[in-house]
């Protein structure tokens, strides 16, 4: 059973910084063999792909979010990250790790996801 645990949200104030974290489990490969990603759901908005991380380290960002956060992946702790600088309210939504396939979730099922915050 693949499980997602998302950590590392909370409030902060616009320009600040977080950063989230997501441990991995009951994936069917090895977590090194996946691209992985970051997806955030803001209110009344639909789920939307923020960054990706391939298995051999290419990186994808949103243009929204693109030099402000930056992905990586720890594949020895089945974890990734996502370190968030120079935030603004509009980044404010609740932020899920997946296993990725292409600009999309692979895996149907989520986590519970990290608030993040960000107060003008």
């Known amino acids: 059973e693949v499980q997602l645990v998302e950590s590392g949200g909370g409030l902060v104030q616009a320009g600040g910084s977080l950063r989230l974290s997501c441990a991995a489990s009951g994936f069917t490969r090895a977590f090194d063999d996946y691209d992985i990603g970051w997806f955030r759901q803001a209110p009344g908005k639909e789920r939307e792909g923020v960054s990706c991380i391939s298995s051999d380290g290419i990186t994808y960002y949103a243009d929204s979010v693109k030099g402000r956060f930056t992905i990586s992946r720890d594949n020895a702790k089945n974890t990734m990250y996502l370190e968030m600088n120079s935030l603004k309210p509009e980044d404010s939504a609740i932020y899920y790790c997946?296993?990725?396939?292409?600009?999309?979730?692979?895996?149907?099922?989520w986590g519970q996801g990290t608030q993040v915050t960000v107060s003008s």
């Open positions: 997946n296993a990725a396939s292409g600009r999309a979730a692979l895996f149907d099922s």
